[in-house]
């Protein structure tokens, strides 16, 4: 075999961090990874340690090809709160063990907050009074919150003396640096996770049907559906609202409805699928959200690790609702304004927290008192309404700035019902209407045809499941783009 031979079948940019090509799920240079690392770990998952070490190494070098070497800051953060929650597990003392709990707290969120809130502080500090503070070159880590989501969760749920700590660093690494979900979650809790760890780990044919149908639907939504929608329509009209009419305008808004839902929930369908493969079940993190019949319902079925998160250890860490209506109300305006500013270092990103937290708010106040009687009529009603609040305040979500939004929002109201300025733009992007359908109608599905599919996917044969995967690749490969296009919530 010539240099040249082995030169093809053995490249060394795959292992090497390239920061215009990081390494995604939907990328096929993950998928040949994915498949020599699975071809070891069949022969290996038995022997609980070594696969434990085996998945950690994996973990740690996909997330080096996915953000470089902020990989060192992952190690050492796991390093870190192992042995500051293990202290805190130690020790009897109360003020001893708030101390230390205070310490793991305020050392994640300090990490946080320098990388991703010191410019937006200097911003603001200009703003105010009228400096020149230089901007510091900081480059956001990639998952940064969800790792240390995931350090705050263990360490508060061992001070609360609800789990007991990992048996040792290996398997805390294990726990943090899981690579399905280590970027983009689901954001999975110690008491759900640890305890797989220490199980003998078996795959049934229906986890791996059910694991290969997942990875193929994430596949869809994200790489066919959510990328074909953004690069062909969406980011085009909210980079220039004023260069489009008002239908493309509001055509655009509900395209990022559905491409946010299809890009996010797609990389969760993925995770969830990929873990499966290896035996560890991680939750669920989508649940059709934009079958809500009020925002409060929204919030139980949209990224529901993140709220759940947010209830157990903000919402009730204020007070939750022990301290009478008006501070319940206060603190679920509080709880979604934080969680806003979780999202991005913009105010755009806490006013969309705060729509949010006001419809709480309101909602929560208002049921004693409004009694809605439930008919096909009233659900439907409650589904249109909230879905178009939240397409509402996704418009602040995703535009650049206030401006921007101001501006798209603006080109809406001037919405006419002319048939044939509906009729011309429905020619002018029949493509991309043909995808926004896709994503709605396969999102609207009732519950019980989707798992139907599920279970058809399940007890086919082999071969045909093995087509059925190759016609989901083959369907990606026609419609991806030359250019790279990283899951939306990698910059949270």
Known sequence: MTELDIGRLFNPSWFAYDPKSPLLFSSGLFMGLFLAFYLVYAFINKYNRLRTAYILLFSLFFYYKAGGMYVILLAATAVFN???????????????????????????????AHYKYTN?????????????????????????????????????????????????????????????????????????????????????????????????????????????????FVDRVFDAPSSYTAIENLLAAYGYAIQIYCDFSGYSDMAIGLALLMGFKLPVNFLSPYKSKS?????????????????????????????????????LFLTMLIGGLWHG???????????????????????????????????????????????????????????????????????????????????????????????????FLPGGFTQRIRELFIAMPVVAKAAAFGLALWLVQATVSSEVQPFIYFQF
């Open 82 to 112: 192992y042995y500051l929650s293990a202290a805190v597990h130690k020790t009897e003392e109360p003020v001893k063990r708030k101390v230390f709990i205070v310490l793991s707290i305020a050392s994640n969120l300090g990490i946080l």
């Open 295 to 331: 925002v409060t319902e929204f919030w139980r079925r949209w990224h529901i690790s993140l709220s759940s998160w947010l209830r157990d250890y903000l919402y009730i860490s204020l007070g939750g609702n022990r301290r009478g209506k008006a501070r319940t109300y206060v603190n």
């Open 120 to 232: 937006f502080i200097i911003d603001n500090i200009n703003a105010v009074s009228g400096g020149d503070i230089s901007f510091r070159n900081i480059i956001l880590p990639i998952g940064i919150s969800f790792f240390l989501f995931q350090t705050i969760s263990y360490a508060v749920d061992i001070y609360r003396k609800e789990i007991e700590p990992a048996k040792n660093l290996l398997d805390f690494c294990f726990y943090l640096c899981f690579f399905p979900q280590l970027v983009a979650g689901p954001i999975v809790r110690a008491k759900e996770f640890l305890p797989q760890i220490y199980e003998k780990l078996k795959l049934t044919k229906e986890d791996m049907g059910t694991a290969f149908f997942l990875i193929m639907a994430g596949l869809i939504k994200k790489a066919v559906i959510s990328d074909y929608i953004s690069l062909n």
């Open 345 to 443: 270092a913009a105010w755009r990103f806490v006013a969309w927290g705060g729509l949010h937290g006001a419809a709480l708010a309101v909602e929560r106040a208002l049921k004693p008192y409004v009694k809605i009687p439930q008919n096909i009529f009233t659900r439907i009603a409650g589904m249109f309404l909230t879905f178009h609040f939240v397409t509402f305040a996704w418009i602040f979500f995703r535009a650049r700035d206030f401006g921007t939004a101001a501006e798209l929002i603006g080109k809406i109201g001037k919405l006419s019902f002319q048939a044939e300025h509906w009729t011309s733009v429905a020619a002018a992007y029949q493509n991309v209407l043909i995808m926004l359908a896709a994503g709605f109608v396969t999102h």
